[in-house]
Nanobody, 121 residues
């Protein structure tokens, strides 16, 4: 399993970015997928998640109405569209999936390497 994020960068307040998480070793449509972020000096926090079946989504209150998580099944990729960005959105953004370990009651969590998003004028 490998997750590779891209799409981060420097953007002015009010701007938009679209992050991509390219997955390999599994099919993104079969598992719940999430985006987390970690700002300097702060704990990593959940930003958005999408269930496997049905694609139900969940967002942190701080990003509701501005961020959208989605899948591109043809590219086996998870996307995070971020609009109306604010300086407080500045963080390293990580893609995440948790998958069961076959034959056990355990699961394993996978993370990408992260992509930096900086919102500043």
């Amino acid at each position: 399993v490998q997750l590779v994020e891209s799409g981060g960068g420097l953007v002015q307040p009010g701007g938009s970015l679209r992050l991509s998480c390219a997955a390999s070793g599994f099919t993104v449509s079969s598992y719940a997928m999430s985006w987390y972020r970690q700002a300097p000096g702060k704990e990593r926090e959940l930003v958005a998640s999408m269930a496997s079946a049905g694609g139900n989504t969940n967002y942190a209150d701080s990003v509701k109405g501005r961020f959208t998580i989605s899948r591109d099944n043809a590219k086996n990729t998870v996307l995070l569209q971020m609009n109306s960005l604010k300086p407080e959105d500045t963080a390293v953004y990580y893609c995440n999936t948790r998958q069961p370990i076959i034959g056990t009651m355990l699961s394993r969590t996978y993370w990408g390497q992260g992509t930096q998003v900086t919102v500043s004028s």
